[in-house]
């Protein structure tokens, strides 16, 4: 079977045609660089996303905070991530970066904030308390 997809490893963006036979990958076509190769390896056999969702946040400015894997994570678990990303409610300040939740499901990925959110109208409270709840 031959499976055609676009390679997002580097801008050129080539058009692969990928050789498949018994969920493996016998050959690759159309890729101008080795990245090209590995990224239809990996597609065929075990597809990786970053997440990115939001978080609720309480008594803060933003009611959603957003939020994302720092390392891609198995398309197969992305539900089950976004299950879990829902039960998440922040009701201290965050800063871009802080980690909502390290080792999320266990995956040896870390849940970071992609915003800084802060306490609303909590006087006394600087934006570099980063302290938060889960």
Do not use: W, Y
């Amino acid at each position: 079977m031959i499976k055609k997809m676009i390679c997002t490893e580097c801008p050129k963006g080539c058009a692969l045609s990928v050789d498949i036979e018994n969920c493996q990958v016998v050959k690759v076509l159309g890729n101008q660089c080795p990245k090209g190769e590995k990224f239809a390896v990996s597609e065929v056999v075990n597809p990786k996303r970053i997440l990115t969702s939001a978080v609720m946040g309480i008594g803060l400015d933003l009611k959603m905070i957003p939020v994302r894997t720092d390392h891609p994570i198995p398309k197969a678990k992305l539900q089950e991530a976004m299950a879990e990303v829902k039960k998440i409610k922040i009701d201290k300040s965050v800063r871009i970066g802080d980690i909502i939740t390290s080792d999320f499901l266990g995956l040896g990925v870390n849940l970071v904030a992609t915003r800084d959110c802060f306490a609303a109208d909590i006087p006394g409270q600087s934006p570099s308390e980063t302290v938060l709840t889960i």
